[in-house]
């Protein structure tokens, strides 16, 4: 089996796929992830001609460090099938990741799954695609263990509170507030507290990156960081962006603040000291830490080695 690729998701940049110009601006913001989109950004009358601007954008633009993905339009469409065809046919080499929106089960992401595979094959490609896949409707938040547990290609589970605020009956004035200011309608505490936790868990229990969607009001960016911050302190790793005014404001968020890491990596010191002289817990800054505590700041020193910290 494939060793799962590690990569950067700290933001997750939306560029509706009909648009050259956006597409380019993208390609040189040095954001962790975009994913040119086929699915909502995009009329259905240039569902089709996106996707050859699409391949274009993967094949002719420099994208440095950047991972390049596509949402393809969700699986009760006529367009998903022929999204996946032509997007991986025209550009396979350059594209890291097909997104899947409004999943609903696990088999639908395996038929994705299995659809890449016969391509790869066919194509003779050299890496695997990976897929992410939106949890946006009540339904994948009820299979969404299964759902985590469907393919070894899977790589993130995204919350995309818009269309889930629909399904579930949430009124919601703006897209992606979950409290205060969000237009959540003065709901005592935050309306996302139970998806997001569900979804990080059923991530996390199978090794999967848990992504926050997106946060409609892009001239709010402290409602945004909050957002963000409170996605990143539940084990998320990033957020979505949707205009680039947001992409330093998630990739600062979800980047660990040097001096944790340095304190995290002195505890791990610490704590390692203290097991050369037989002891399992002891004092750190007077406070009690044992292994558990070594684990808890380990996840920042392994996110801290990602970014190149
Ligand atoms: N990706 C790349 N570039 C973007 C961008 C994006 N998502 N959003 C805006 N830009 C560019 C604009 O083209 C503009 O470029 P310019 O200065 O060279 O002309 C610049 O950033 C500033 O944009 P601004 O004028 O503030 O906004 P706008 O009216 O052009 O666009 C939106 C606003 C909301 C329509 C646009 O941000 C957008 O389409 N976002 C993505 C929507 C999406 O993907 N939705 C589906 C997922 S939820
Ligand atoms: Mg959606």
Known sequence: ?????????????????????????????????????????????EKRPARRKIVDALNGLDWGRTTRCVRINDLTTEYAYEDIIEVVEGAGRNLDVIMLPKAMSAADVQFVDKLLSMMEKKLGLRHRIGIDVLIEEVEAMMNVEAIAASTPRLECLIFGMGDYSASQGVSMRDIGGSGGSGGSGGYPGDIWHYQRQRLTIAARAHRLDAVDGPFADFRSPDAFREEARRAMILGMVGKWAIHPSQVELAQDVFSPAAADVARARDMIRAYDEALSQGLGAVQYEGKMIDIASVRIVRNLVQRADLIGM
């Open 1 to 45: 089996m494939q060793e799962k690729i590690k990569r950067l998701r700290r933001c997750q940049l939306s560029v509706p796929g009909s648009s050259e110009k956006m597409m380019a601006k993208a390609a040189g913001m040095g954001v962790d992830f975009v994913f040119l989109d086929l699915e909502d950004a995009v009329a259905p009358s």
